[in-house]
């Protein structure tokens, strides 16, 4: 903040996303702003030129000192700036993270996608915006157009703290669990970000990831729930996976996991003690 962007150096032509305004004019201009949009980071310069970055899962960003080699297919980019550069990096082969450059207040809510947030609004309009349509919690709370900036880890820390099932349907719940889930969601979120900022504090944070040792459930098949002792479950699909605990949040049912269930048909187990028996076997 208050310092002047001396250089953009790509090394990566998937990064940039937009010809227009050209990259090259942001160079020489001063950060002001710093600000989220859902899940990207948006950097405002003088002019009100934005710089706006969407990490994806596999982005990160790294503070190093100034001028740094882009040597390597995972560095993209770096934004050089007099006490060091911003260096953007993505794992992997797929290039999934984005750079735009946009001009303008208009051009930045275009690309909004429109989600509430959820420290600005209450819970009629939370419950408004989650039974726009009939989802399951999980997809609900993970779609940028319902809510802005829940991902797949906190969704899945989230509906635990709630006690409520990732595939209960949005229009299915009472007052009460609604109330439950509105205060869960902020609860968890605050937590989160009080952790993380916390860290941020010490020094730039470089060991971003999406798996804590002291989440609830998120990344910790078979670990114990920290509530009941019960081994955490999984639902996988895609590139995602949800984890949760049957015993807390779906009363002890398990749920079929499309892989599994499809290999073991029938046989699929429907409860944590059918699914003990079967261990046992």
């Given at each position: 903040?208050?310092q002047p962007l001396e250089k953009i150096r790509?090394?990566?032509?998937?990064?940039?996303?937009?010809?227009?305004?050209?990259?090259?004019?942001?160079?020489?201009?001063?950060?002001?702003?710093?600000?989220?949009?859902?899940?990207?980071?948006?950097?405002?310069?003088?002019?009100?030129?934005?710089?706006?970055?969407?990490?994806?899962?596999?982005?990160?960003?790294?503070?190093?000192?100034?001028?740094?080699?882009?040597?390597?297919?995972?560095?993209?980019?770096?934004?050089?700036?007099?006490?060091?550069?911003?260096?953007?990096t993505e794992a992997g082969a797929k290039r999934?993270?984005?750079?735009?450059?946009?001009?303008?207040?208009?051009?930045?809510?275009?690309?909004?996608?429109?989600?509430?947030?959820?420290?600005?609004?209450?819970?009629?309009?939370?419950?408004?915006?989650?039974?726009?349509?009939?989802?399951?919690?999980?997809?609900?709370?993970?779609?940028?157009?319902?809510?802005?900036?829940?991902?797949?880890?906190?969704?899945?820390?989230?509906?635990?703290?709630?006690?409520?099932?990732?595939?209960?349907?949005?229009?299915?719940?009472?007052?009460?669990?609604?109330?439950?889930?509105?205060?869960?969601?902020?609860?968890?979120?605050?937590?989160?970000?009080?952790?993380?900022?916390?860290?941020?504090?010490?020094?730039?944070?470089?060991?971003?990831?999406?798996?804590?040792?002291?989440?609830?459930?998120?990344?910790?098949?078979q670990k114990p729930c920290p509530v009941c002792?019960?081994?955490?479950?999984?639902?996988?699909?895609?590139?995602?996976?949800?984890?949760?605990?049957?015993?807390?949040?779906?009363?002890?049912?398990?749920?079929?996991?499309?892989?599994?269930?499809?290999?073991?048909?029938?046989?699929?187990?429907?409860?944590?003690?059918?699914?003990?028996?079967?261990?046992?076997?």
């Amino acid at each position: 903040m208050g310092q002047p962007l001396e250089k953009i150096r790509l090394s990566s032509a998937f990064l940039l996303r937009t010809a227009l305004p050209p990259i090259e004019s942001a160079e020489g201009r001063t950060v002001h702003q710093l600000r989220r949009i859902g899940k990207r980071i948006a950097i405002g310069l003088d002019g009100d030129l934005w710089l706006v970055l969407h990490l994806m899962i596999a982005g990160r960003l790294h503070w190093r000192n100034r001028e740094a080699k882009l040597g390597g297919r995972n560095n993209l980019a770096a934004f050089d700036f007099p006490g060091g550069s911003l260096v953007i990096t993505e794992a992997g082969a797929k290039r999934r993270a984005s750079l735009h450059v946009l001009q303008g207040e208009e051009a930045l809510a275009a690309i909004d996608p429109g989600g509430i947030e959820v420290f600005d609004c209450n819970l009629a309009a939370f419950k408004d915006a989650l039974t726009v349509e009939n989802r399951t919690l999980k997809r609900a709370l993970t779609d940028p157009r319902i809510i802005s900036g829940i991902g797949n880890a906190y969704s899945d820390e989230i509906l635990h703290a709630a006690r409520m099932s990732p595939i209960t349907r949005t229009q299915k719940l009472s007052e009460a669990e609604w109330e439950r889930l509105f205060a869960a969601t902020k609860e968890t979120l605050t937590l989160w970000m009080d952790r993380l900022n916390k860290e941020a504090q010490k020094s730039f944070p470089e060991k971003v990831t999406a798996f804590r040792a002291d989440m609830a459930v998120h990344g910790r098949y078979q670990k114990p729930c920290p509530v009941c002792g019960e081994a955490i479950q999984r639902i996988r699909y895609a590139d995602n996976e949800t984890n949760y605990c049957a015993r807390c949040q779906n009363g002890g049912e398990l749920l079929a996991d499309r892989s599994l269930s499809r290999l073991l048909k029938s046989d699929w187990p429907k409860t944590l003690d059918e699914l003990e028996a079967l261990k046992r076997k």
